[in-house]
């Protein structure tokens, strides 16, 4: 049985959401992302897009490129919440189903053509997320996962379109190769000095040679290129690793702010790791500085999610990794290496007051948000915290840089 692979993409997600919620906005030039200079365009109307803007672009560009545009810096709790919402209606209506971004979703619809006829079914769909939700949604239907990708962005905005089984090799042949998912700028590049432009020229060349210029990734493209995808459709996806980041308005040298924001952001993810009863074995830290240069040290450890533990080693990381004195743009940290448990007693160490600290105060933090009860020191880094459960199975939210 030849499987059917449905993948709906809610058009312009953040801008959608906003022009839900503020009908002024509609048909003006919207653009959502960090609202200074270094911020980021996490998503932009179709109407910037004339002007050479897309997402991922400096913010102040963007501003330089289409002065009239809207700014707005948007809120993950507000577009996880919308997003809950067609999650919901999808989970109702389809047998199996895979969230891989905030608003991407992949469903097997195989097997469902002897009761409905799945183009019918997911046609009637969309228009069920549409009416209830009032945001737009395209979807493209064929046997895998790639074709039905490519075929939702060659459907958008607002539309749908089904590659007939056989036909995923013309359907792509006259794109450009870049759209082929996993091609990215460098990738686009190599290729392009190759003399491909076309999706056809690649149909038509050896795997080998492919896999000599781009590696073991040149195989993956040439079979993604000839419509030939064997990717599952996966419900859940345990999460592997958990990190956070901070880019500073205006570059800095103030140890002492940095450690609190490097603080704020050990105890943050550590009560994640509690809430989701996981354990680290492996954190890291990375330090950007102003002339780009970015560096990171990363130190295994005896499993854990315990504030004291966490946060002098990561103190201890920055400071061997923090030597040159130099102006700081950007810090993050990441804890790895993440195993299923809760933090094991120490017995010299640890006292029944510190095992009741921490107990009384994640279930304040539960109640009332996780910025509900930090440390002193870190009560500059207010930015520092999460609107959702890591370890819920839902992909995480991808959002322009914070700011301090």
Not at 90 to 103: A, T, Y
Not at 384 to 400: C, D, E, W
């Amino acid at each position: 049985m030849n499987k059917t692979i449905l993948h709906l993409d809610l058009d312009t997600f953040y801008v959608s959401v906003e022009r839900l919620i503020n009908t002024e906005l509609q048909n003006r030039p919207l653009l959502v992302g960090g609202t200074s200079d270094r911020g980021v365009v996490a998503a932009c109307s179709y109407e910037t897009r004339g002007f050479g803007i897309h997402s991922g672009m400096p913010m102040k560009m963007a501003r330089e490129l289409c002065p009239e545009a809207v700014v707005i810096r948007g809120n993950a709790g507000t577009y996880s919440k919308h997003s809950d919402v067609v999650t919901d209606i999808i989970k109702e209506h389809v047998p199996l189903f895979e969230k891989s971004s905030i608003d991407e979703f992949y469903a097997d619809l195989s097997g469902m053509d002897r009761f409905f006829g799945c183009y019918q079914y997911a046609s009637e769909l969309r228009q069920k997320i549409i009416k209830e939700t009032g945001l737009p949604i395209s979807f493209g239907l064929s046997v895998n996962k790639v074709v039905s990708k490519v075929a939702t962005n060659e459907a958008k905005p607002n539309n749908q379109l089904k590659i007939d089984y056989g036909y995923e090799k013309p359907f792509l042949a006259p794109l450009s190769i870049k759209k082929i998912p996993m091609v990215g700028d460098k990738t686009y590049q190599t290729l392009r000095n190759l003399g491909l432009r076309k999706i056809k020229t690649v149909q038509e060349m050896p795997m080998d040679l492919m896999q000599r210029v781009l590696g073991a990734n040149g195989r993956v493209i040439w079979k993604r290129a000839n419509g030939m995808d064997n990717t599952p459709v996966v419900p859940f996806c345990e999460r592997k690793s958990i990190s956070t980041e901070r880019t500073f308005d205006k570059d800095t040298i103030d140890v002492v702010k940095l450690k609190g924001i490097l603080m704020a952001m050990a105890e943050n993810l550590a009560y994640q790791l509690r809430r989701g009863e996981k354990l680290t074995a492996c954190i890291a830290v990375k330090i950007r500085y102003s002339n780009f240069n970015t560096y990171s040290k990363q130190l295994r450890i005896p499993y854990t999610s315990a504030d004291h533990i966490l946060i002098p080693k990561i103190l201890n990381l920055f400071n061997t990794l923090y030597n040159r004195r130099l102006l700081v743009r950007l810090v993050g940290i990441r804890f790895s290496h993440l195993v299923q448990g809760n933090y094991q007693i120490n017995l010299f160490d640890d006292t029944e007051e510190v095992l009741n600290l921490y107990a009384a105060m994640d279930h304040i933090r539960g109640r009332y948000g996780d910025k509900s009860v930090i440390r002193a020191s870190a009560m500059d880094a207010r930015t520092i915290g999460r609107m959702h459960n890591p370890f819920n199975g839902q992909p995480p939210i991808v959002l322009a840089h914070r700011k301090q």
